[in-house]
């Protein structure tokens, strides 16, 4: 969410406030007067301090993957932002892609709905977007950081971005810096956080999708030469464009529509005239919104999903990290 100057100006009185408010509501929670619930299973936290993307889908996908592979049973906690009838785009990217083998609770109250799934036997938890969720106890709270959307000239919710004060940051038992690639100098400040387990994620291409031919995975070289038209309604498209770059993946012309957007017959007609008028021999978007295009046809021009993942270069110190806080907690219980 980018505004004009006039409009951030206008907004600062409003931000001023929600800042005060946020570190207020920390605070009571901090000192013990607003109560923190928690649960009997171990808890992992994946969060930001922002709107908009982070990583935290593929980070919550990276974790679960990791904990199934060890044998453990998952339960994802969530709210469904902007979802309905118990579900979102980015709950259904996650049951596509970890399919039935994790169990999912969602709602606003993530503590009720932990102690349901705990009774039909949950080794761990993971709490999506969990990290301003205060109300439940979190045994690992990891707070994503993206490289390419620096957080020093930031304001507070409405007028820029941030839903808490960097501050806040303080809560955090480790901090991973996403889209490393796209902002090398991001290194520098990393060595300088002392205070922190600090670890980097770059975005991985495993490799596209065609819409609505299943689950096969097919190269850079399977999709054509292109050109493509790339368009996408997520919290940070330009993060998305940059990355079809770093791919090789040639644009003729983009477009972005806002976060979560829910694509109708119109849009994709609108969408498809857009790819011919530019030149484009095909179209490529997210898995976030080929959730959105349920129920959506194209014509005749191919529409590919590019396929993700988050990768950790210290990806075994990340998660003993990990698996110490949590043998911690079981020798506490």
């Known amino acids: 969410m980018t505004l004009p100057p006039w409009l951030r100006l206008l907004l600062w009185p409003a931000s ?31 969060g930001n301090l922002t709107v908009g993307g982070t990583g935290k889908t593929p980070m919550v996908i990276l974790l679960a993957e990791k904990f199934l592979a060890e044998g453990k049973r998952v339960a994802i906690l969530t709210r469904g932002y902007k979802g309905a009838a118990g579900t979102s785009d980015e709950i259904e990217l996650m049951k596509f892609r970890l399919q039935d083998r994790v169990m999912f609770g969602v709602g606003p109250d993530r503590y009720e709905q932990g102690s349901k799934l705990e009774a039909k036997g949950v080794d761990v938890f993971i709490l999506d977007d969990g990290f301003q969720h205060l109300p439940l106890f979190r045994d690992v709270n990891i707070l994503l950081m993206d490289a390419s959307q620096p957080l020093g000239r930031e304001s507070m919710l409405p007028a820029g971005n941030l839903r808490e004060p960097v501050s806040a940051m303080d809560r955090a038992d480790l901090l991973v ?15 300088k956080l002392q205070d922190y387990p600090v670890f980097s ?11 609505g031919a299943g689950i096969q995975l ?27 770059k770093t791919w090789d993946i040639p644009v003729a012309q983009s477009s972005e529509f806002p976060d ?27 898995e976030k919104d080929a959730q959105n295009l349920s129920g959506v046809s194209f014509g005749e021009i191919p529409v590919f999903i590019a396929v993700i993942e988050m990768e950790l270069p210290q990806q075994d110190a990340f998660f003993n990290f990990i698996r110490e806080r949590l043998a911690a907690r079981s020798a506490v219980v």
């Open 201 to 211: 994620a770059v975005t991985r291409l495993v490799g596209f999708r065609r819409l």
């Open 218 to 244: 097919l190269s850079s070289q399977e999709i054509g030469p292109g050109p493509f038209y790339a368009f996408c309604g997520i919290g940070n498209p330009k993060a998305f464009f940059h990355d079809l």
């Open 177 to 191: 810096i996403t889209r490393l690639e796209a902002s090398p100098a991001t290194l520098a400040t990393i060595e």
């Open 16 to 46: 001023v406030l929600y800042g005060d408010l946020a570190r207020l509501r920390a605070r009571l929670y901090a000192q013990g007067t607003l109560k923190t619930k928690r649960l009997k299973t171990p808890v992992v936290s994946v």
């Open 260 to 286: 979560h957007h829910r694509y109708d017959q119109r849009d994709a007609l609108e969408l498809e005239q857009i790819a011919r008028t530019s030149g484009a021999k095909a179209v490529v978007t997210t």
